[in-house]
């Protein structure tokens, strides 16, 4: 499922109404109609008689003028708010605005926030919801002062649950939710596809429950290549997850090698090794320090070792692995940047750095150079993609979309940026982004379960399927992993090990997965 830019929908839009011959206000329409289904669902009139329709002046406003219209139809109590004069409303608007005094119904200004939380205070919390129909996605500075921010701020002090018309007023793409006020919504009626702005961090809790709603735009108009970003979907795993041969033997699921772990730090080897075998990799080599070995093989005797105190150890044996791993608990040291830099000049099979790995390259970034013809993945979470690219933490929360696609097209690499709703970036620009995963899985180690779900998959599907297909998936079922065990055991208490025992079950239930922002 595509995930648009502001400017992509707006291009699609336009693209509706101009080629395909569908009027604008008929688009409103249907947008208000699916509204208003949603809404009247989650607020039944049995239980939320009432409703205030808060509307500004654009499109986003003519929405709401149409939805408080279809409300009045189906019976409930609808007032209708005005931030703006009738004669500000853009044309759709006062189309909409037009129907509704023929119905009967006269909307009310609100001249100042005063106003509005006199109108509030009057209304009983337990039987009234509101629809936020002020401003829509298209919003390209926060909201710090003046009358929207104080009315913002007043429908969020009413306790008055709010139901939003494609976004809560006051987020955007281009910004911290946190740089202005925006509107706390409990549900969210995304128009026609879920937009960048929905995921931007930290910005969907605000979104409530996010559902998008169909207006009749024809979804082949997405199908262009610069619409780059992909919401991974279950039946994107397809390839991945289907049955294997009843005469399969191991040797046709590929062998890893995880370089990971030191004598202060084994549990990360540990725990990325193992999971590269949970994933359903035939074979698993970790190379580990000599005295760490009977540590790994007590750990779990199904992984082989690779005992090495110089880099020349590994190197001589590189041929025999489909993918190495390298990275997790290395720590900071010349001998970790040695093996990278070997890793780079001499592995031929696809290479996935992780967490160490990566640290030492952050002064050495010239070492990526030279492997555009074997795949190489990065896998840093904010820090260390801070450190890779000389920006800020902030920075890279802020910007990860265009920093993270900038990276990646610019070094040649395939770039997995961890965090919430972690991105998968290919050299060619293409994103995906991931719905699963939650709180819980903010734990040590967590990391380290998915550089070794990554190594896994890659070892038995790349080069037969797309790197960027198998990373999106590796990404998808690690947080699908989390989810499976948070239901059994709670967030709270989650471990990495933990994820790790439900990997097998997020490929087994990965159908049964059902996206928070999909409509019914």
């Known amino acids: 499922m595509k995930v648009l830019l502001n400017s992509w929908m707006k291009e699609i839009d336009r693209t509706a109404i101009e080629r395909c011959g569908i009027p604008a206000i008929e688009l409103m ?3 208000a109609g ?3 289904d949603y809404f009247c669902e989650v607020f039944p009139r049995n239980r939320f008689p009432s409703c205030l329709v808060l509307a500004g002046k654009g499109n986003n406003g003519g929405d709401g003028l149409a939805i408080a219209r279809l409300l009045l139809e189906r019976g409930y109590d609808a007032r209708v708010l005005l931030l703006v004069r009738p004669g500000e409303l853009g044309p759709a608007a006062k189309a909409n605005y037009d129907r509704l005094l023929e119905s009967g119904s006269l909307p009310e200004a609100v001249p100042s926030a005063a106003h509005l939380k006199k109108l509030l205070a009057g209304c009983d919390a337990g039987e009234t919801f509101l629809v936020d129909a002020v401003f829509g996605t298209g919003l390209d500075k926060p909201v710090t002062a003046g009358l929207f921010a104080e009315v913002f701020a007043a429908v969020n002090g009413s306790g008055i649950p709010v139901a939003a018309v494609d976004i809560p007023s006051g987020l955007g793409e281009g910004f911290f939710p946190a740089a202005g006020v925006h509107i706390r919504a409990r549900i969210t009626a995304a ?3 879920l937009k960048w702005a929905h995921l931007n961090p930290d910005g969907n809790p605000d979104c409530g429950r996010i559902r998008i709603v169909d207006i009749g735009i024809p979804h082949d108009l997405e199908d262009k290549d610069e619409y780059y970003i992909r919401l991974t979907e279950p039946v994107d795993l397809r ?14 699921f590929g062998h890893a090698l995880v370089v990971a772990g030191s004598a202060e730090k084994p549990g990360a080897g540990i725990l990325a090794s193992y999971a590269v075998l949970k994933s359903g990799a035939g074979l698993c080599t970790a190379a580990v320090p000599p005295q760490n070995r009977d540590l790994s093989v007590l750990a ?4 082989m070792t690779l005992p090495f105190k110089k880099p020349e150890d590994i190197s001589n044996r590189l041929d025999d692995f489909s993918c190495v791993l390298a990275g997790p608990g290395l720590g900071e040291t010349p001998d970790t940047l040695r093996i990278v830099a070997m890793l780079l000049q001499k592995a031929k099979s696809p290479l996935v750095l992780d967490a160490d790995a990566l640290n030492v390259l952050a002064s050495q970034a010239e070492l990526l150079k030279g492997r555009s013809q074997r795949p190489l993945v990065l896998t840093p979470h904010p820090g260390e993609f801070a450190r890779l690219t000389g920006k800020s933490v902030v920075d890279i929360q802020r910007e990860r979309l265009t920093l993270a696609r900038d ?3 610019k070094r040649g690499v395939y770039l997995v940026l961890k965090g919430h709703h972690t991105l998968t970036v290919s050299p060619q620009g293409r994103v995906w982004v991931n719905p699963t995963g939650n ?3 903010a734990t040590a180690g967590s990391g380290d ?3 070794g779900m990554i190594a896994g998959l890659i070892a038995q599907f790349y080069p037969r399927q797309a790197m960027d297909l198998i990373l999106a998936a590796a990404v998808f079922l690690h947080g699908y992993a989390g989810d499976l065990a948070a239901r059994e055991m709670g967030e709270a208490g989650l471990t990495a090990g933990d994820i790790t025992s439900f990997i097998p079950k997020s490929f087994l239930k990965a159908y049964g997965f059902h996206s928070p922002f999909l409509g019914s």
């Open 29 to 31: 329409e249907n947008a």
């Open 439 to 441: 709180p819980g899985m």
């Open 300 to 303: 779990h005797p199904e992984v």
């Open 407 to 409: 990276y990646a097209l």
């Open 239 to 252: 390839p991945l997850l289907a049955r294997r041969p009843r005469a399969a033997h191991k040797g046709e």
């Open 449 to 451: 379960v998915l550089g």
């Open 191 to 193: 128009i026609h596809a």
């Open 34 to 36: 699916a509204c208003c």
